[in-house]
Structures are given as structure tokens and as C-alpha cells.
């Protein structure tokens, strides 16, 4: 079974919208990131945020974590055709600080 | 900043023959990363090294070996390739200890 898995296989949206992208996990972490794969390119990180930490901001993401329920939350606002791409969470396990688990990735695709 | 490197961009070879593929990085990193993502799936880690002449096994090292002979380069040899391991191979590298992890852009694997 998948131990960082995003809760959607696929999402569209129209230019402009908000759109957000859910990960659940299952293990203890310190910490959870969000990378983003645009086609025929390596992942590339969008986002880290630390098991003591709620919230975390970069420009237009921002992303949510809850220790609790052991999920966490991306969302894009004002999206744009370039945000067209897939999006990993990746948890950082206690157990390992040097390996990250990836999860099965969304498909967002934003429509003009 | 930095880059990683990888080689070749494709890699087209016949079942059962043994293939090399290639990563540089020059972020001065301590730690690199072997992974495979199959069509519309996750990454999945099949090989990592903490420093250099280092090796430890990931989740689908089966069929695969790896070498990190200098600190900057990381291979992987396909031992026997086989058809139903067509896939995108990535390489990545960190910090040591450190959550974020570049990619490079990929060899994408074809088997014949």
C-alpha cells in the first residue's frame, strides 16, 4: 500500500479558478513536500513543510498540514496554464531522514 | 544553483541485455537518488547512496545495481532488461539529512 498517496487521480479547472490537491499518509513524518512534474521534466519541489508547522506560503500555494489526520493540503489560487502539470506529496519519514516516499501524483490540467 | 545531468536522454535496448544509465550533479551533494516512474504512476526509489562508494537498497532494487564511485556521479545498470520495464528513470540528489531533493530530467527507457 501507498504510504503518501493524493486523494484525486486527476482535476481540471479553468484559468483564473482555485483549485486544491489532497494528500493523506501513514507514518510518522518530519515533514511532507509538495513537487510538481511538468511534462517530459524532473519533479521539482514546490513547497516544505516540517511536522511542527500548520501552513506554509509560496506565491500563489499554499499548503496545509494536520499531524492529527495525517494529511495534508495544496492549493493554487488565480490558476494558470502553466500550473497544467502533476503533483506529488512527498512525506519525509521519521524512521529515515534520508529517504522521501512520493506519492501516486494528481493530474491538473488548467483549461483556458 | 545547479544542475543534474542525466545520460542518455533515451535508452533503447533488447530483452535480457544489461544497461548503464547515468547521473551527474554538480550541487555538491552529498546524497543521490536512483528512481522509476512508470506511465501515470508515483516515483519509486530503487537505489540510494549517502555519500560516495556508499549503496543502500530502495523499495524495487531487484534487477538493478548502482555504483557512486566520486561523490558528484551515481549509475544504475539494468541487470536484464526486460519489457515490462519500459519506465522514466530519475535521478536526484540532497543535503545530506535534508529533505529537498533535485531531479534531473530523465532517461526514458525503452526495451525491444
Known amino acids: 500500500s501507498q504510504l503518501a498517496e493524493e486523494n484525486s487521480w486527476a482535476l481540471s479547472v479553468h484559468e483564473g479558478e482555485s483549485v486544491t490537491v489532497n494528500c493523506s499518509y501513514k507514518t510518522s513524518i518530519t515533514a511532507l513536500q509538495w513537487y510538481r512534474q511538468k511534462s517530459g521534466k524532473g519533479p521539482a519541489q514546490l513547497i516544505l513543510i516540517r511536522s511542527n508547522e500548520r501552513e506554509k506560503r509560496n506565491g500563489r500555494l499554499r499548503a496545509t498540514l494536520d499531524t492529527s489526520s495525517q494529511s495534508s493540503s495544496l492549493s493554487i489560487t488565480a490558476t494558470r496554464c502553466e500550473d497544467t502539470a502533476v503533483y506529488f506529496c512527498a512525506t519525509d519519514p521519521t524512521s529515515n531522514t534520508n529517504k522521501v516516499v512520493f506519492g501516486t501524483g494528481t493530474r491538473l490540467q488548467v483549461l483556458p | 544553483g545547479g544542475i543534474i545531468t542525466q545520460t542518455p536522454k533515451f535508452l533503447i535496448g533488447q530483452e535480457g541485455q544489461k544497461l548503464t544509465l547515468k547521473c551527474q550533479q554538480n550541487f555538491n551533494h552529498d546524497t543521490m537518488y536512483w528512481y522509476r516512474q512508470d506511465s501515470g504512476k508515483g516515483l519509486r526509489l530503487i537505489y540510494y547512496?549517502?555519500?560516495?562508494?556508499?549503496?543502500q537498497k530502495g523499495d524495487l532494487s531487484e534487477g538493478y545495481d548502482a555504483s557512486r564511485e566520486k561523490k558528484s556521479s551515481f549509475s544504475l545498470t539494468v541487470t536484464s532488461a526486460q519489457k515490462n520495464e519500459m519506465a522514466v528513470f530519475l535521478c536526484?540528489?540532497?543535503?545530506?539529512?535534508?529533505?529537498?531533493?533535485?531531479f534531473g530530467p530523465g532517461t526514458r527507457l525503452l526495451v525491444l
Open positions: 536526484a540528489s540532497s543535503i545530506a539529512g535534508v529533505d529537498t531533493q533535485y
Open positions: 547512496s549517502i555519500t560516495e562508494n556508499d549503496l
